[in-house]
């Protein structure tokens, strides 16, 4: 269901295509929530058969047309009872802690390979984050542009703090990444 949340939540800020919504999830939402392109479309059917979002038909040339989807008085209604509800916390499910814990059953190679690529995997999700981060501060950030363009003048700085705070905890999770990674590389046989 957080899905549903995510496409609202970019939808809040302005009417959007499909086509506009998987780009701007990519660039955004799709950073703390991944969905496949080949979610979005079904999901945005089971918004407007709920009532959440409705769909304009526009032309787009001179034979097509595209939808655009905007957000019924429902959906801004379910996105913020979905923002005022306690979280519900699901049991972790990490691939890549699953397999550590087994790694003594290989060869010191694939121990090695692993945390080397471990490492690898979280730096480059380190860079994107401070990357994010800088486009936040110098004002670059795309879709926070767009939010702060509805978001009345009183509110804009607290906008952009918690867009802020989110990418600093991404940050500080790819960093504890990094660490566990190389102190794998420290063990016994790695």
């Known amino acids: 269901m957080s899905l549903r949340y995510a496409l609202l939540a970019l939808l809040r800020v302005g009417p959007m295509?499909?086509?506009?919504?998987?780009?701007q999830f990519s660039q955004s939402v799709g950073h703390v929530w991944y969905a496949p392109d080949s979610q979005i479309y079904p999901e945005l059917r089971r918004m407007e058969a709920d009532k959440l979002v409705e769909a304009e038909e526009q032309p787009r040339g001179e034979r097509a047309t595209r939808r655009l989807y905007h957000v019924t008085d429902a959906g801004d209604r379910a996105f913020r009872d979905w923002i005022a509800a306690p979280l519900e916390y699901q049991r972790v499910k990490d691939q890549s802690h699953l397999k550590a814990a087994y790694l003594e059953t290989g060869t010191a190679e694939n121990a090695r390979a692993f945390f080397e690529r471990h490492r690898a995997q979280w730096q480059a999700e380190l860079d994107q984050w401070n990357r994010e981060l800088a486009r936040i501060d110098g004002d670059e950030h795309p879709m926070l542009q767009r939010r702060l363009?509805?978001?009345?003048p009183a509110d804009r700085e607290r906008t952009i703090a918690f867009k802020r705070h989110t990418y600093e905890g991404l940050v500080e999770r790819a960093r504890i990444e990094i660490a566990w990674a190389e102190r794998g590389l420290e063990l016994p046989d790695s």
């Open 149 to 152: 363009a509805v978001t009345a």
């Open 17 to 23: 295509s499909g086509y506009d919504l998987q780009k």
